[in-house]
Every structure is written in C-alpha cells, then in structure tokens.
C-alpha cells in the first residue's frame, strides 16, 4: 500500500522551497531595480546640470518658472561675441602625446571658463575655437566685460 500522505507532504515542501526562492529572486530583482531607479535620478540630475552649464541664467530661471522656450525670447540692442584660438595649436598637437594634449586644453578651458564668469560674459559652445558673449546672456554686461576678458585671456596664456 501506498502513503499517500509522505507525497502530499513532499509536494508541500517543494512548492513552499520554490515559492521562497520565487520571493529571493523578486527581491533581488527589486533591489537591482531599485539601484538602477537611483542611478537613473542621479545622472538625470547630472545631465540636467550639464545641460544649464550651456544656457544663461535668465533662460533657465523662465524656464524654470514654467515658459516653454519657444516663449523665450527678447531684442538684444547690443552683443559682442570674441572668438579665441590658440596659436601654434596644430603643431603642438603634432609633438605631444595624446594625454598631454588633452590635460593642456582642459587647463586651458578651465581657466577661461573662470575668466568668462568674472568678466560677467558668457561661453558659447563651439568645437574648433573659444566663443564667449557679452550683451545678450546679460544685459548688464558689455562690450567692456567682453574686452578685459580678452585681455585676461591674453594674460593668463
């Protein structure tokens, strides 16, 4: 004779075994969720910080006051753009090695990135030279603050 009761007992222990392990793996897939939820916030602040390093402090204040950009807009009567450049950059490239090109340009960019916040201008992005404003980002700023960052730049390099 059978007993029935021993398999009725085993197939308990087994469907309680795989629902444990059911409920380890959902929380473990929570735990990563919840890492991934957290990293996902971060970068999204990150990459919204990274995104006003790039727009004058009176567009993000509209828009962050609930304007749409296409709202955001006004006449500018004056601006005054200085494009810089650094002489002898190709053949310095063409010398050096290419970790050193690359700490001496961030220097570079580092410092007049600071000059350009002194001098009330701002940096316009731009890939093959460096572009600063004055006059339309700030409209306290003008063709003075543009012109002794100029010579700022001229002093600092």
Sequence with gaps: ?????????LANAQTEMEATMAKMELAKMDNITRQNNNKSSSLKKENDNLGYMFLPS?????MSGG??????????????????????APEFCAKSKPADIVNFFNNVESIWDHLVK???????DSI??????AGASDKGSTVENIASLALDIIEAT
Excluded: W
């Excluded at 009176?58 to 509209?62: D, L, Q």
């Excluded at 006004?74 to 450049?85: D, G």
């Excluded at 002194?118 to 316009?124: A, D, G, I, Y």
């Design 128 to 133: 093959t030279e460096y572009v600063a404003e």
């Design 67 to 88: 304007k749409k950009l296409e709202e955001i807009s006004s006449k500018v009567e004056r601006n005054i753009l200085l494009s810089a450049e650094i002489l002898g």
């Design 58 to 62: 009176a567009v993000i204040s509209e």
């Design 1 to 9: 004779m059978h007993d029935y009761s021993r398999d009725i007992m």
């Design 118 to 124: 002194k001098n009330k201008c701002f940096k316009l």
